[in-house]
Structure formats: structure tokens, C-alpha cells
């Protein structure tokens, strides 16, 4: 915690960058990301267990962005998100100053984002134990089963207040669409239909690039476990592609690429 | 006024809930099912949770539902019929455990439903609601009630309120005609009772701000960069406003397929992006800080100057489920610190 309070003041100071992503602590020391803009504030920063939530999510955002050059403290999974970030150039290098953090706190820093990857590599970016059990469940089930099990978590639970949509830094678009009304391609209102009509559409619009951070499922008030729906997009295009997202600051997208040496045939020019 | 107090065992509560089933009620209350509290419907009060500060949405979904249809439209080759909402199917609900707070938020909505325009299908929903609510005799650290003009135990807004008194009983305050309605229809379930302090049962939550008599001083404040700097957290999403229960926003829209559909109202925040656009293109709240500022303004200045009431009722949900942690009771002491000492 004192490594980074150290490193963020001292960028601070001599302007490295104007303002530091990281986490603080509030009244009654519940976290919450925190934008320290002034030197003497780096103290406020702090790095414990509970500091869970990906921080990647506010580089994109305007009013963030207008506070100058930031320097994020970032976490494994927000580290494969910024890595996704630059694969589909929506940050560079020169845009933020990364501050990888390990687990237990101790502070890392990246030449640039092949060092990134390197550290990535390293790492263990499997998802936890109890996951891979629901997850295990998931894929034992038959289709129908599984259909059955969605529909009792998203129809009877979502209250389409698209708190997935905002916590995950993925969901970047600056018009969803959901919210293109002329014409209306999703049902808006929170009815069975419009829930698995939504959730669907945006387990595709992020399969390939999901770096399964789980921040949908914590942003979640029911407590919908809509990360595993993900995850299951992610294990997929694993073991079709055998691509992971937030591996590489270079990769292409799955689902919108074409590659002439692809392994299926249907899609080769006879 | 003076309220009628009776006493109501733990097993005639029991005999309660499932007398009202029986007799073609309703009844919600909070149940723990993954891992959250939420209202659902009950057959008996075993399948309640014991243990809740509130249930993780409020109440509201009662009177004024995520999805509500309004009308009915059928075209033929040379006519329009518009069906209107059969009142007949609205059911008569009974809510057990709503805390006081939650009571307090049906008096801003029915302001804001019944106020210039009489929301016919909101009125007819309210008059087939009964409040059975649970005083609060713990809270926890976003519960901020009595810094909004509420406390643990007020009967405002409730039909009945209950206090745990021990194991076995409760005490029973009758406080509107349909509560007392309740205790006419099953009298042999209420006893009567020697006079109680009910005080001692109550949570104690601290007052820690009192924002009366200040609307003027937050609405100066309208340019001010305070609501940049609270907001930067913010992710955009609708969950404060989706389980808060005096935020009444909704947006209307037609389920209509050429020969036969709906016009359907559901819930809206003003924290969405799309909230304010404008079909040109313009959109008066283009970031997030204009629309927290707009979220506190409508609670803390526009309710109380076009309603005389506060529109928020330190139930503390929104900071509970918020994944940003906009923890309201923290944000309204910064805003006051802020003005005070300018």
C-alpha cells in the first residue's frame, strides 16, 4: 500500500500524469474508486482484499478522460482489460500509465504492454473453483435444462437496470443497442422476453472479447450470476479458437475476423 | 391522532398470513433466496426472513410495477379499439416486513401519482394495497431514516405497524382504516394490551445531517463543480433508481405488432444516458454529472418545493447495491459540509 501511495505521488509531482485511477476508502471505510489529482491526496489511495472492482471501466469515460493522463492501479483482471482496450484501439500506450498491482499488494510496473503480456502469461487467470463447478453443472445439463436454469435466473430475477452493462469495461459503446428505438431491434421493458433478448445479445456482443473479470455478476443487486453465461463464450471460443481475450494488446477479434487457413470448412470458397 | 394498539402473537401472525392467503389476498414479504432479500409471495410466515435491514428492492413494484400495461390496442380493416385497463385483475396485496422507511416512500409516490394527474391505475393498485409494516430494531451503517425526517419506528405510510416486543408477540399499532379493517375482519387474533413504550425495541440510528430549510442553497449550487466530483465514480447505471422506492420515472412504450399489442409503461432512470435525449440529437444532461445533480436535485429540492415533502427516505438501498459505491448518506454530509463552509 505505502509502494503505491510512494509511486503515485511521486508521478504526481512531477506530472507524469494528472490523475491517479485507484481505490479509497469512505466514511464508514466501504471501498470505492477514488481520482487523486493532487500529490498530498496519494495517502488516501489504499490496496486491500476488497478491492475487487476493475478500474478499467472509468479509462473510457469523458468526464476521466478530460482530467488529463491517468495512471491506473490495476488488478490481473484489469490488466487483461486494458490489454483488450488496446487490441480493439481504444487506448494506446501513450494514453495511460499502468500501475499493475499483484494480490497481495505489491506494485508492478510495465515498460509497455508487451511487458503486460509477459506477466500474463505468467499468470493464473482461471476462474475460481466454486465458478468452475456451477460451470461444470451448466455444461452437464441438457440443453433444456440449461435453458430452464437462465430462464428462473434472468426472467424472474433481472430488473433490466443495466448495471451489467455499465460495469463491464467491455460495454463501451457510446449508444447501446438497446437504446436505438427507431426501429426498436430489443423490447425495453423488463418482461421475460426482453430480459433474455438483452442478455443474449450483449453474451454476444462481448463473446471473444470477455476477459471474464466477473464485475457484471458483483454489479448486479440480485445477484444474478450473468458471468457465467460469459464465461461459458469465453471457454468456447477457447477451445474453437484457441484465443483468450486480454492476453495481447494485438489481437484480433474472433467473432468479426477472417482468417483464409480457418479450420471450418463451410466458410472456405469451394 | 391516537393509534389503536393491540397485541399480536407470533402464531396469530402465523394464522395471519394464512388467513389473508385463504381469503384470496396476496401476501408478500421479504424472502431470502440466493443470497438476497427480496418481497416475494409467502403462503405462510415461515418461508419470511428473520434477518433483513430491507429487502434489496423496495415496495414500490406494488403500486407501480417495472412493467405496467396501460391499454390494450386491436386493429380491424376500418377500426381502432382501445381496451382499458380491467381494474378487476389487479389483486388485493397485503405487504408484511416493510420497514417505516418504505412506508414513508408510498406517501412521495402517491404524491407524485396523484398530484397534478391522477394516475387512475396507480390509485386503483394503492387502494388495493394494506401495509402490515416491521419497525426496525437494527439498522446498519447507509440506514440514514432519522437525517430525513423519518425514524425506526413512525407509522407514516404503514397500515399497521408491528413491533417485536420478544419471542412471542408483537405489538400492534392500527393506524389507518384498512388496518383496522384487518383487525375488524380477524379480531380474534389481536389482544388487547397495557400500555407499551415500544422506544426501547427501536434501532438506533444516529442523525448525522439534517438538510431542512437548505433546498435554496443546494439549488444555488447548480453550476457548482461538487457534482463532477461526486459522480466521477458513477458508472451510468439504473440501479439506485430501479430499487429506490419514491423514484417514479418511467418510460412508455408500444408493443404493437400491425394487428394487435399494448402500451406498456416501465421503470426509467434519470442516471441513463437516453434519459433526456431529444429527437434532434440534443440531450440537455449529456454526462453522468448532470444527471446525479439531477437525481439530488429532484429528491432534495424540486419534491420539497412542488410537494412540501423530501423525496428520499434514508432507507440507504441504493448505497447498499450501488457497485460504485455512490454512497448516499456520505454524499448529502459532503454536500452540506461543502455548503456550510463556503
Not at chain 1, 131 to 138: G, M, S, T
Not at chain 2, 234 to 243: L, P
Not at chain 2, 327 to 336: A, Q, T, Y
Request: with cysteine; charged share 25%; glycine share 6%.
Amino acid at each position: 500500500m505505502e509502494s503505491i501511495r510512494k509511486k503515485a505521488k511521486e508521478l504526481l509531482e512531477k506530472n507524469a500524469v494528472q490523475v491517479i485511477i485507484g481505490y479509497g476508502e469512505g466514511l464508514d471505510k466501504s471501498v470505492s474508486a477514488i481520482f487523486v489529482r493532487k500529490p498530498e491526496n496519494a495517502e488516501t489511495l489504499i490496496f486491500d482484499d476488497r478491492c475487487v472492482h476493475n478500474l478499467a471501466v472509468y479509462l473510457l469515460k469523458n468526464e476521466i478522460k478530460a482530467l488529463g493522463k491517468p495512471c491506473i492501479i490495476a488488478h490481473l483482471a484489469a490488466l487483461r482489460t486494458i490489454l483488450q482496450l488496446a487490441s480493439e484501439h481504444q487506448i494506446t500506450e501513450d494514453d495511460v500509465l499502468v500501475l499493475g498491482v499483484t494480490h497481495k499488494g505489491e506494485l508492478m510496473e510495465f515498460a509497455g504492454f508487451k511487458d503486460i503480456e509477459k506477466y500474463i502469461a505468467s499468470a493464473n487467470i482461471d476462474i475460481s473453483e466454486n465458478e468452475k463447478e456451477i460451470i461444470n453443472k451448466l455444461e452437464a445439463m441438457t440443453r433444456e435444462e440449461r435453458w430452464q436454469f437462465w430462464v428462473e435466473h434472468l426472467s424472474l430475477k433481472c430488473i433490466k437496470c443495466y448495471a451489467c452493462r455499465a460495469a463491464c469495461p467491455l460495454c463501451y459503446c457510446s449508444r447501446c443497442q438497446v437504446e436505438y428505438n427507431q426501429p426498436q431491434w430489443i423490447t425495453v421493458e423488463a418482461t421475460p422476453v426482453g430480459i433474455i433478448e438483452w442478455h443474449i445479445t450483449r453474451a454476444m456482443h462481448i463473446a471473444g472479447r470477455c476477459v471474464s473479470c466477473g464485475e457484471c455478476y458483483r454489479a448486479c443487486p440480485m445477484n444474478i450470476p450473468i458471468n457465467l453465461l460469459n464465461y461459458l463464450t469465453v471457454l468456447t471460443i477457447k477451445e474453437k479458437f484457441n484465443v483468450s481475450a486480454g492476453t495481447s494488446a494485438d489481437l484480433d477479434s474472433v467473432m468479426s475476423s477472417f482468417k483464409s487457413d480457418d479450420k471450418e470448412n463451410f466458410i472456405k470458397q469451394s | 391522532m391516537n393509534i389503536e394498539k393491540k397485541i399480536l402473537k407470533y402464531s396469530s401472525l402465523e394464522e395471519l398470513v394464512l388467513k389473508l392467503n385463504r381469503d384470496g389476498k396476496q401476501v408478500f414479504a421479504p424472502v431470502k433466496k440466493d443470497n438476497i432479500v427480496d418481497f416475494a409471495p409467502v403462503s405462510g410466515l415461515y418461508e419470511m426472513a428473520e434477518d433483513y435491514i430491507v429487502t434489496v428492492q423496495s415496495a414500490k413494484f406494488v403500486v407501480f410495477p417495472n412493467v405496467e400495461t396501460l391499454f390494450e390496442i386491436e386493429t380491424s380493416k376500418d377500426k381502432i379499439t382501445l381496451k382499458d385497463k380491467d381494474f378487476n385483475s389487479i389483486p388485493e396485496i397485503i405487504l408484511l416486513g416493510t420497514r417505516p422507511c418504505d412506508a414513508a416512500g408510498f406517501n412521495i409516490l402517491n404524491a407524485m401519482f396523484g398530484g397534478d394527474y391522477q394516475d387512475t391505475i396507480y390509485s386503483a393498485r394503492l387502494d388495493k394495497t394494506t401495509l402490515v409494516s416491521i419497525s426496525c430494531n437494527k439498522s446498519d451503517a447507509k440506514c440514514f431514516c432519522t437525517s430525513v425526517n423519518g425514524n425506526p419506528g413512525a407509522t407514516a405510510g404503514s397500515d399497521i405497524l408491528l413491533t417485536r416486543i420478544d419471542n412471542n408477540d408483537f405489538l400492534a399499532e392500527i393506524v389507518t382504516e384498512k388496518g383496522k379493517a384487518i383487525v375488524s375482519k380477524y379480531p380474534e387474533l389481536f389482544e388487547t394490551v397495557p400500555e407499551i413504550n415500544k422506544d426501547k425495541y427501536m434501532a438506533d440510528v444516529p442523525v448525522e445531517f439534517n438538510l431542512n430549510g437548505i433546498s435554496e442553497k443546494i439549488y444555488s449550487r447548480f453550476d457548482s463543480d461538487i457534482w463532477l466530483e461526486q459522480s466521477l465514480r458513477c458508472i451510468g447505471c439504473g440501479t439506485c433508481a430501479f430499487i429506490c422506492p419514491t423514484c417514479g420515472c418511467f418510460d412508455i412504450q408500444d408493443a404493437y405488432d400491425g394487428y394487435s399489442g399494448q402500451r406498456k409503461r416501465s421503470w426509467d432512470s434519470c442516471g441513463f444516458s437516453l434519459f433526456t435525449l431529444h429527437a434532434s440529437g440534443h440531450n440537455p444532461r449529456n454526462v453522468q454529472s448532470q444527471r446525479w445533480r439531477q437525481r439530488i436535485m429532484h429528491k432534495f429540492v424540486y419534491l420539497p418545493e412542488q410537494q412540501n415533502l423530501l423525496g428520499c427516505v434514508g432507507c440507504g438501498r441504493c448505497s447498499r447495491s450501488c457497485s460504485a459505491n455512490m454512497n448516499l448518506k456520505e454524499l448529502l454530509i459532503h454536500l452540506k459540509n461543502v455548503i456550510e463552509n463556503e
